[in-house]
């Protein structure tokens, strides 16, 4: 996959800082050892000296074999005594040598003149970041979800108990986000504004992203803009792609996009190439079946219906709930 400039950039970036720290700790570990245990410079020194030792017994006239295999033998006890002062002190990294992010490539990003995965990683996680909207995960998680934002008592209408029913609900899309792997079903959150589809699909695209899985989430407008505007050429990047091939894709708010048959079509696209990849995505939305029916037709409905997950969200609006509790609080 093709990364912009800025991507890559951000990436050696971060590199050169893993690389720098690295070194600056092996470095500061070096001195303090150093100050405590005075013999380990003087085991470097004589380290450092073995090749001037062996230069030394040729021009003398020795035999140079023995002489190297006394040389090697003398500097395999002078590392294990060494080691023998480092281990005191509960260190095991011979010679001081820095603890690198990735050992493969000494966090350059390059091994064997081909790119490391850690590099591939890394941009990953960088272009997937930029193309999410970070701002909305603030504070979402699941220890953040009170139950008693919802009401105790039946729904007139339907008869529901929304803080026993929200109950079940949260506690499957926690073990949903526990158990995610990239071969997870598809889930549809509907239901009212403010009954918590929002914060909870990023409750589990923090658990996901945690585990190291690459995640791209946002309002639906949002995402399909970026995509419009690298399409008609006013961007660069490859967000379609990327939104495409991540292991989580979550579209946020879907019904509140504007309506227009380009976007539309993307929709069909991401939606059904994921289908088709077998790739988990998560949609929530203020609209029931009807609704969505009517907003994007036979092709994409279905679609959704079929290879979703339904999980209605019920209850009042928290966000209008805090509020008053806010106000309420501010007044006291």
């Given at each position: 996959?093709?990364?912009?400039?800025?991507?890559?950039?951000?990436?050696?970036?971060?590199?050169?800082?893993?690389?720098?720290?690295?070194?600056?700790?092996?470095?500061?570990?070096?001195?303090?050892?150093?100050?405590?245990y005075?013999?380990?410079?003087e085991?470097?020194?004589?380290m450092?000296?073995?090749?001037?030792?062996?230069?030394?017994?040729?021009?003398?006239?020795?035999?140079?074999?023995?002489?190297?295999?006394?040389?090697?033998?003398?500097?395999?006890?002078?590392?294990?005594?060494?080691a023998?002062?480092?281990?005191?002190?509960?260190?095991?990294?011979?010679?001081?040598?820095?603890?690198?992010?990735?050992?493969?490539?000494?966090?350059?990003?390059?091994?064997?003149?081909?790119?490391?995965?850690?590099?591939?990683?890394?941009?990953?996680?960088?272009?997937?970041?930029?193309?999410?909207?970070?701002?909305?995960?603030?504070?979402?998680?699941?220890?953040?979800?009170?139950l008693?934002?919802?009401?105790?008592?039946?729904?007139?209408?339907?008869?529901?108990?929304?803080?026993?029913?929200?109950?079940?609900?949260?506690?499957?899309?926690?073990?949903?986000?526990?158990?995610?792997?990239?071969?997870?079903?598809?889930?549809?959150?509907?239901?009212?504004?403010?009954?918590?589809?929002?914060?909870?699909?990023?409750?589990?695209?923090?658990?996901?992203?945690?585990?190291?899985?690459g995640?791209?989430?946002?309002?639906?407008?949002?995402?399909l803009?970026?995509?419009?505007?690298?399409?008609?050429?006013?961007?660069?990047?490859?967000?379609?792609?990327?939104?495409?091939?991540?292991?989580?894709?979550?579209?946020?708010?879907?019904?509140?996009?504007?309506?227009?048959?380009?976007?539309?079509?993307?929709?069909?696209?991401?939606?059904?190439s994921?289908?088709?990849?077998?790739?988990?995505?998560?949609?929530?939305t203020?609209?029931?079946?009807?609704?969505?029916?009517?907003?994007?037709?036979?092709?994409?409905?279905?679609?959704?219906?079929?290879?979703?997950?339904?999980?209605?969200?019920?209850?009042?609006?928290i966000?209008?709930?805090?509020?008053r509790?806010?106000?309420?609080?501010?007044?006291?």
């Amino acid at each position: 996959m093709g990364y912009s400039r800025e991507v890559y950039e951000e990436a050696m970036a971060e590199l050169d800082q893993r690389r720098m720290l690295a070194r600056q700790k092996a470095a500061e570990l070096r001195d303090r050892m150093v100050a405590k245990y005075p013999r380990i410079l003087e085991l470097e020194r004589e380290m450092a000296n073995a090749a001037i030792k062996v230069a030394r017994a040729v021009l003398a006239g020795e035999d140079v074999d023995r002489a190297v295999e006394k040389i090697k033998n003398q500097n395999l006890m002078q590392q294990a005594e060494l080691a023998e002062i480092l281990a005191k002190e509960g260190i095991y990294t011979p010679n001081f040598e820095p603890r690198y992010h990735c050992p493969a490539c000494q966090d350059t990003g390059v091994v064997n003149n081909k790119t490391c995965d850690c590099l591939k990683i890394l941009l990953r996680e960088i272009a997937y970041k930029r193309l999410s909207y970070p701002g909305m995960a603030k504070d979402m998680d699941f220890e953040k979800l009170r139950l008693d934002y919802y009401p105790n008592e039946p729904d007139s209408r339907t008869g529901i108990i929304p803080r026993r029913h929200m109950k079940e609900i949260i506690e499957y899309c926690k073990n949903y986000a526990e158990d995610f792997d990239c071969n997870s079903p598809s889930l549809l959150l509907r239901g009212a504004t403010g009954t918590g589809k929002t914060h909870v699909s990023l409750s589990i695209a923090k658990v996901a992203i945690d585990k190291g899985f690459g995640v791209i989430y946002g309002p639906v407008q949002k995402l399909l803009h970026k995509i419009e505007k690298e399409h008609f050429g006013r961007a660069d990047g490859n967000s379609e792609d990327m939104m495409i091939e991540c292991d989580l894709l979550i579209l946020d708010d879907l019904g509140t996009e504007f309506s227009s048959p380009f976007y539309t079509s993307c929709l069909y696209n991401l939606i059904n190439s994921r289908i088709l990849d077998g790739k988990p995505t998560i949609i929530s939305t203020n609209f029931n079946q009807n609704e969505l029916m009517e907003r994007y037709g036979e092709q994409i409905t279905s679609r959704i219906i079929g290879n979703f997950v339904p999980l209605t969200f019920v209850g009042k609006d928290i966000r209008q709930i805090r509020l008053r509790d806010k106000i309420h609080n501010n007044g006291e």
